[in-house]
């Protein structure tokens, strides 16, 4: 599956599985997820996704190395502050950030975490399991990973009725610039999931959605755009607050069309 990896990233792909040499034994396997796997990896923009399933526990000093390891991969290569890394020990493979304990991981604008949580979810294992690219370790039709879309589904939930709406209550973040690119897109992902049965990325959802929805929602689907590719021109809304009104509104919106899907589908 070399061929699917971009050529501006192989050799950073492969630096990095060449530092790992010395901590080999800890890994089961190593697999790319995301938009690299996804088909839909923007050079400029999107961050290179991966998934180490890890065996035996890690010492304190082998942790220090492994932080040191990143730490090269920055100094030595423009993307290494891209890679967001997963350290699952395998006995947690198809399980949730919820359900496990601790886990190290690169990540965050190039920080190593010794122990913490990354966002490990079903739209994960589904994505590793059917698109996923094999760095090293077993080909991933061979993972004893089971993860069905209905878990995919009830992530779809999570995000509307949990996480998001507990969001929703600090209206402060509906101000950034960047939390308007975080949930437009992401909502437009959760459309593409729920209503084609698909898992793709908030780039291609926002695309996707563009001329999909109510014409009352272009302004914020092209202000998602420009925030992501053209910052420095100016905002399609005279006023944050209602941008914020509208991003607010947009979510009710998903929020309801969604929850109408997801209903169906559990009366199937």
């Given amino acids: 599956m070399e061929e699917c990896i971009p050529t501006s990233i192989k050799p950073l792909i492969d630096a990095y599985l060449h530092v790992l040499e010395p901590l080999r034994s800890h890994f089961y396997g190593i697999y790319i997820f995301g938009s690299i796997a996804l088909g839909a990896f923007e050079e400029q923009k999107s961050d290179i996704d991966i998934v180490a399933l890890t065996q035996e526990e890690w010492a304190g000093h082998e942790l220090e190395q492994l932080k040191h390891f990143h730490t090269q991969l920055i100094d030595a290569y423009p993307l290494g502050n891209r890679l967001e890394i997963l350290y699952v020990p395998l006995h947690d493979i198809g399980k949730s950030d919820a359900e496990i304990a601790p886990y190290p991981y690169f990540g965050g604008k190039g920080k190593f975490y010794s122990a913490g949580y990354y966002g490990l979810n079903a739209v994960t294992w589904w994505i590793i399991k059917y698109k996923g690219i094999r760095l090293c370790g077993p080909e991933r039709s061979a993972l004893p990973l089971e993860v069905t879309w209905e878990e995919v589904l009830e992530e779809m939930r999570y995000y509307l009725d949990t996480y998001l709406a507990d969001k929703a209550k600090h209206l402060y973040l509906f101000l950034l610039d960047g939390w308007i690119w975080e949930v437009v897109p992401t909502l437009c992902r959760v459309l593409t999931t729920l209503e084609d049965g698909e898992i793709i990325t908030k780039p291609l959802a926002l695309m996707r959605w563009r001329d999909r929805l109510p014409a009352r929602w272009h302004p914020l689907i092209d202000e998602a755009w420009r925030i992501r590719h053209h910052l420095r021109a100016p905002s399609l ?32």
Avoid: I, N, P
């Fill in 237 to 268: 809304y005279r006023s944050r607050l209602k941008r914020m009104r509208e991003m607010l509104a947009f979510f009710e919106y998903v929020r309801e069309r969604g929850g109408k899907v997801l209903e169906a589908s559990s009366q199937r």
